[in-house]
Nanobody, 121 residues
Framework: QVQLVESGGGLVQPGGSLRLSCAASGSICGINLMDWYRQAPGEQRELVAAISTGGNTNYADSVKGRFTISRDNAKNTEYLQMNSLKTEDTAVYSC???????????????WGQGTQVTVSS
């Protein structure tokens, strides 16, 4: 069983920065995709940023130029660097991943528990 654990959330003032981490553990043979979603109260969960095996990235329009997603394959960890934070960025941020879990190419898809990001003065 693959486990995903997010960390790095907290309270920050508008204009500040946070760096979120998502560490994957378990029987991982490879990473096909890791991405970040967020869900604010009363809103649907939305894709924030994604990074593929080949290093291709995509971002929601609302965070382009402010957020950067990256991955450390050796540590099975992805990061979300969030700069110039706005109050509307307040949400629970969750990581999602698709992993190769055996030598014949089986895959596992799952979610972390989420970490709260609150942007407030």
């Amino acid at each position: 069983q693959v486990q995903l654990v997010e960390s790095g959330g907290g309270l920050v003032q508008p204009g500040g920065s946070l760096r979120l981490s998502c560490a994957a553990s378990g029987s991982i043979c490879g990473i096909n995709l890791m991405d970040w979603y967020r869900q604010a109260p009363g809103e649907q969960r939305e894709l924030v940023a994604a990074i593929s095996t080949g290093g291709n990235t995509n971002y929601a329009d609302s965070v382009k130029g402010r957020f950067t997603i990256s991955r450390d394959n050796a540590k099975n960890t992805e990061y979300l660097q969030m700069n110039s934070l706005k109050t509307e960025d307040t949400a629970v941020y969750s990581c999602n991943g698709a992993f190769v879990i055996d030598t014949v190419g089986s895959t596992w898809h799952g979610w972390g528990q989420g970490t709260q990001v609150t942007v407030s003065s």
